[in-house]
């Protein structure tokens, strides 16, 4: 049988970019799980994940990559199919998607430049997604940091926290300097985004 790899992907670079606040793009990789299929089942079968590929915008490091796995949601059923849930163990997956929740408002939060505390409708509206995909495309800010190796993998950047608006490192901008996050310029045309 003959395999033809020429449009195979080369290896991604491996090296890690130095600890700092960026600016990421998200990309969600499909996994085929929960209602839509944007979300990831972990391998404990309860636990429904987003898979985010994020991608540095701008400066030196501009296309190297930071991936995260998001909790979002969390199957506390008895189906026949799944394991039962050790009691001990229930509490740390109710906290891992709270976790996740809060982490996924903040990226929106930071994407949008929405103050954390900010409740009005605009807000609150900003905050509802219809379908996980619509993160594609989002760009937000983000404390990024090395882990050191473990668990037989290498060392991986991680994404440490999301920089949002009422944090002192969230760039501002200035008078004749546009903001570039966004989703899509579709989606964005004509809302108005509060800074």
Known sequence: MAVDLNDAETQRDRSLIPPGVY?????????????????????????????????VVGGDYAGKK???????????????????????????????VRMGRSKLRAI??????????????VAKEK??????????????????EEQPARDGYGPRNV????????????PKPSANTAVALKRTAAEDLNDEINI
Request: with cysteine.
């Open 66 to 96: 930071v991936f995260d796995l998001i909790t979002v949601e969390f199957d506390e059923s008895d189906d026949l199919h799944l394991s039962p849930i050790e009691p001990s163990k229930l509490e740390n997956y109710r906290t891992s």
């Open 159 to 170: 994404i440490d926290f999301i920089i949002t608006p009422d944090l002192p490192d969230y």
């Open 23 to 55: 600016c990421l793009e998200i990309t969600v990789k499909r996994g085929g799980a929960g209602e839509d299929g944007w979300l990831k089942l972990a391998k404990n079968l309860r636990s429904l994940m987003l898979n985010l590929e994020c991608k």
């Open 127 to 144: 905050r509802k997604l219809t379908s996980y995909g619509e993160l594609v495309g989002l760009q937000f800010y983000a404390q990024v």
């Open 108 to 121: 929106i939060d930071s994407g949008f430049g929405l103050d954390p505390k900010d409740d009005s409708f």
